[in-house]
């Protein structure tokens, strides 16, 4: 079956702590994004690839870093610069950037400090 | 840029009533609009999309929506809710004239429906 995997399902970060969370997707599509969601708020976008080897900051970039040196896998790193870390993370890809195109999701990753 | 605003945080509704989850959204330009449906712990899931032609669109579900440009609405309905309806629902944009990664997304309508 194609889709979109995230792993792990639960995370926890220590004080100071850099996590990464995986995102891979066997669904040919060229372009990836991530997404945070926080309670009572829409998604925000963190960072998106449009192509492998090429990746934008979105709206809330900050303490976030990413790579995509693979078509299929875009893993997203929370650096210990990332104040407020605790949140629901989505990863979600389409065919193409354009804009025409839906985004498909994966099942998340939680994100808990201790 | 463009923007979204789900009007109802909540609505709760009694199982085989009908339901309308109301989106606005605000833009200069040509927009595609898309509704979301979100199960607890779960990613999201394509609803619906408009992206040119009727403005009546049929989704999954039994849900579907109408595109009202002059209202700039695309508020979502279904006649009959059956109780597996029980989600978070967003509405989302996107600016005719960007690419994908400018999709905004409301902050949600949580929909509870009881027996």
């Known amino acids: 079956d194609g889709g979109i995997t995230q792993s792990p399902k639960y995370l926890f970060r220590k004080e100071g702590q850099n996590v990464t969370l995986s995102c891979e997707q066997n669904?040919?599509?060229?372009?990836m994004y991530w997404y945070r969601q926080d309670p009572g708020q829409g998604l925000r976008l963190i960072y998106y690839?449009?192509?492998?080897?090429?990746?934008q900051k979105g709206d809330i970039a900050e303490g976030y870093s990413v790579s995509r040196e693979k078509k299929e896998s875009f893993p997203l790193t929370v650096t210990s610069a990332q104040k407020n870390p605790t949140a629901f993370y989505l990863c979600?890809?389409?065919?193409?950037?354009?804009?025409?195109?839906?985004?498909?999701f994966g099942p998340g990753t939680r994100l808990l400090v201790l | 840029a463009q923007s979204v605003t789900q009007l109802d945080s909540q609505v709760p509704v009694f199982e085989e009533a009908p339901v309308e989850l109301r989106c606005n959204y605000s833009?200069?330009?040509?927009?595609?609009l898309f509704w979301y449906v979100q199960y607890p712990n779960q990613g999201l899931q394509l609803l619906l999309k408009?992206?040119?032609?009727?403005?009546l669109v049929k989704g999954i579900n039994g849900f579907e929506a109408e595109f009202n440009k002059s209202q700039t609405s695309f508020h979502l309905r279904k006649p009959s809710v059956h109780i597996s309806d029980t989600a978070e629902y967003f509405c989302?944009?996107?600016?005719?004239?960007?690419?994908?990664?400018?999709?905004?997304f409301g902050a949600g309508t949580r929909l509870t429906v009881k027996p």
């Open positions: 979600a890809s389409s065919l193409s950037p354009r804009n025409r195109e839906t985004q498909y």
């Open positions: 833009s200069s330009v040509s927009v595609y």
């Open positions: 989302a944009v996107l600016s005719g004239l960007y690419n994908n990664n400018d999709m905004r």
């Open positions: 408009y992206l040119s032609g009727s403005t």
């Open positions: 690839s449009q192509i492998v080897n090429d990746f």
């Open positions: 669904l040919n599509h060229d372009a």
